[in-house]
């Protein structure tokens, strides 16, 4: 069954209003199954919509026209609605009475006028469905049952819109999802507010001792075991217990959405004894499910992007957000499901799935869970790290069916009635500015030259000029390979050049002065100086594994678009010490807050081989550092004596394997349960898949 309606603007009671004034919309509705003098033979079977009754159908134009169907309508209103302004029940005829339609006739009479017009008051009681063909009263018990149904969602409602607002008159399957939208937006507002709540909880001003011991129990750890960054079999992450926490929340949450608000009432206009509660409160569910998946799917697009609104304004990791990113893609899909197979068991229940399925609006409503279904077994770990870049383009794709199946099955189904395709359009807009900024990205940057130097069999420096950023930046390599959307993450190790990798061309003049031995150690001195002036451009230092990064090395110079900066560097200066650990090209992150630092800072460095040290040298200048080369680093040992001898407050950062980064988190945390009065925090610079 399909709907059709004039369109709303907005979300059901927040600018869109449903089937108020409530007296006259019931009182419509009892009326709308009675064939009228002007009702047309209905030759296509016995189809009963809300204007149609059995074997007939009546037209907007008959019921604008219909005196039997005004007045029994008017002399209803009147009788049912005394505490209505007079107003509202104007303004509602004039919207309502021939249908909901956008072109329609208005009433041939105004609601006064046709009042006026009755001369006596009706005897005859309507048989509900039967034949109207002159003014009659309507029956109580009918009433009362089409009110009841009615009203039922209107007592859980707060906030409706306000009778500005013009009021439609309802689709019946709509309407049973009102109450859902209420609960949509809750989920949507606290899953992107919650984050920046808590976030803002640094600011209170609590004792530094009670946040490490609170951050080592609480937050920081592993939910299970020692290992977060290295995954279990192969498989998944184990969450921190802080996002573990927050997990919890929108599962909670979506339980508890999912589960409360669902008054019923019997008899029901809408739901006979066939079906009683049980077919209703299925339906309602069902219908609940779906709108909730919907506000997630808005949800988990806002979570995805690498220009996230939340990275700028919550202390949040992008690694964070791509984990819950994950999380509630389940979510949505799971409800996706559930709305779908309750409905293929309604129809299949009532008979009408054979007609029902062939409706475009179901064939997109399938299109969308079954790419929902597939994206989420298409997206573990193993084929995100093994074949990222075909993860990715497939991701891409089901992606994009994916809103056009649920924004096709909306639009088929109610057009734009009801206000449920704006949770697509939400997502939409999401992923779009998500786009846009990063085409902006690129296009600021504009095309460079990547100047590439071997430093060994394991390492690869890439250089390029004229660029500028901070955190980490996002490499293209279009002519390296025919995908040419293929970009991925690599910390920025530097923002400066030195001279040294743009060589200087030397005039005649400058030549001769330059074998002119009688120098003064000053000139010697000057020109040296002149020469190692630095340029504005980025630094990357690579590990040369499979794909892209093996690419590279065959390859002294590339064209590159370069998609930066993201991630900027955490602002640590309030810590007196700073001790870094990094394993291989994880000193590329380390780099910058070694520099920028105030205080002391240290650096413990495990690499595989002497060639990055070398290289990474001048980088580093004089910072005080433990190099571990091919050997491997006592992390245990490391922290241990390090936190146990500085004073004041430590901030440690680590960046490089999943298991060295796993081994600092569980060594930290431990050390902050075991020691009083120590104000440490830990910082781990590392990308997630």
């Known amino acids: 069954m399909t709907s059709t309606g004039r369109p709303g603007h907005g979300l059901i009671r927040y600018g869109i209003s449903m089937y108020q004034p409530l007296c006259a919309s019931t009182c419509r509705d009892v009326l709308s199954t009675s064939k009228l003098d002007c009702s047309e033979m209905d030759m296509s079977g016995m189809d009963m919509d809300m204007d149609m009754g059995m074997g007939s159908e009546t037209s907007p134009e008959c019921h604008a026209t219909d005196n039997a169907f005004l007045a029994t309508l008017a002399y209803c209103i009147s009788t049912r609605c005394q505490d209505v302004p007079l107003w509202n029940l104007e303004r509602y005829w004039t919207m309502n009475v021939a249908g909901t339609s956008v072109d329609q006739p208005l009433p041939k009479a105004t609601y006064q006028e046709t009042l006026a017009n009755m001369t006596t008051r009706p005897k005859d009681t309507l048989a509900v469905g039967?034949?109207?063909?002159r003014t009659m009263l309507v029956p109580d018990e009918d009433y009362r049952t089409s009110y009841r149904t009615h009203g039922v969602f209107?007592?859980?409602?707060?906030?409706?819109?306000?009778?500005?607002?013009?009021?439609?008159?309802?689709?019946?399957k709509a309407m049973i999802a009102d109450f859902a939208l209420l609960f949509s937006i809750v989920l949507i507002v606290s899953g992107a507010a919650l984050p920046i709540a808590l976030s803002l909880l640094r600011f209170v001003p609590l004792p530094a001792s009670l946040i490490t011991k609170f951050t080592a129990w609480f937050i920081g750890p592993p939910l299970l075991g020692a290992r977060h960054k290295t995954p279990i079999m192969?498989?998944?992450?184990?969450p921190t217990r802080g996002q573990a926490?927050?997990?919890?929340?929108?599962?909670?949450?979506?339980?508890?959405?999912?589960?409360?608000?669902?008054?019923?009432t019997q008899p029901?206009?809408?739901?006979?004894?066939?079906?009683?509660?049980?077919?209703?409160?299925?339906?309602?569910?069902?219908?609940?499910?779906?709108?909730?998946?919907?506000?997630?799917?808005a949800l988990l697009f806002l979570y995805a992007g690498r220009n996230n609104v939340l990275l700028w304004v919550t202390n949040w990791s992008h690694g964070t957000f791509l984990l819950l990113h994950r999380w509630v893609a389940w979510i949505a899909t799971i409800q996706a499901i559930l709305h779908s197979l309750i409905y293929l068991e309604i129809y299949a229940h009532n008979g009408t799935h054979a007609t029902e399925s062939k409706l475009s609006y179901w064939i997109w409503g399938v299109v969308a869970t079954l790419c929902m279904s597939i994206l989420l077994p298409t997206s573990i770990l193993p084929i995100r790290s093994k074949v990222y870049e075909v993860f990715l383009a497939w991701h891409v794709v089901l992606s994009i069916l994916t809103l056009v199946g649920c924004l096709w099955h909306i639009l088929q189904r109610f057009q734009y009635q009801w206000g449920y395709e704006n949770w697509i359009y939400t997502a939409i807009a999401v992923w779009g500015f998500d786009g846009a900024m990063r085409l902006a990205r690129l296009a600021r940057n504009g095309i460079k030259t990547a100047k590439i130097t071997i430093i060994d069999e394991d390492y690869v420096h890439v250089s390029i000029d004229n660029v500028s950023g901070s955190g980490h930046a996002y490499l293209y390599f279009p002519t390296l390979t025919?995908?040419?959307?293929?970009?991925?993450?690599?910390?920025?190790?530097?923002?400066?050049?030195?001279?040294?990798?743009?060589?200087?061309?030397?005039?005649?003049?400058?030549?001769?002065?330059?074998?002119?031995?009688?120098?003064?150690?000053?000139?010697?001195?000057?020109?040296?100086?002149?020469?190692?002036t630095p340029t504005i451009g980025l630094t990357f230092l690579l590990r040369t594994k499979m794909g892209i990064t093996r690419q590279l090395s065959r390859h002294a110079t590339l064209p590159v678009l370069v998609e930066s900066g993201y991630g900027p560097h955490e602002d640590l200066s309030e810590y007196s010490s700073l001790i870094c650990i990094a394993g291989g090209v994880g000193i590329t992150a380390c780099i910058p807050y070694l520099r920028a630092h105030p205080g002391a800072v240290k650096l413990f460095w495990g690499v595989r081989s002497s060639g990055i040290v070398d290289t990474m040298a001048p980088s580093l200048g004089e910072v005080e550092r433990e190099v571990y080369v091919g050997r491997r680093m006592d992390i245990g040992e490391v922290l241990d004596k390090e936190l146990g001898s500085e004073k004041g407050s430590i901030v440690v950062l680590v960046s490089g394997p999943s298991e060295m980064a796993d081994e600092v988190r569980c060594v930290f945390n431990g050390i902050a349960k075991r020691r009083e009065g120590l104000r440490i925090k830990l910082v781990e610079e590392a990308f997630s898949w």
Do not use: C
């Open 154 to 172: 209107e007592r859980v409602e707060t906030n409706h819109a306000t009778y500005g607002q013009v009021s439609p008159w309802p689709d019946r």
């Open 130 to 133: 039967g034949d109207l063909n």
């Open 482 to 532: 025919w995908r040419i959307w293929e970009n991925h993450p690599f910390s920025v190790a530097s923002a400066v050049l030195p001279a040294s990798t743009r060589p200087r061309m030397l005039k005649d003049a400058d030549m001769e002065k330059s074998s002119n031995s009688s120098a003064s150690s000053e000139h010697d001195g000057s020109e040296r100086l002149h020469q190692s």
């Open 245 to 264: 926490f927050f997990i919890f929340y929108l599962i909670a949450i979506n339980i508890i959405l999912s589960a409360v608000g669902y008054p019923s």
């Open 268 to 297: 029901n206009s809408w739901y006979p004894s066939a079906w009683g509660p049980e077919g209703e409160l299925t339906t309602y569910f069902s219908n609940r499910t779906g709108v909730l998946s919907f506000a997630n799917i």
């Open 234 to 238: 192969g498989l998944f992450h184990i």
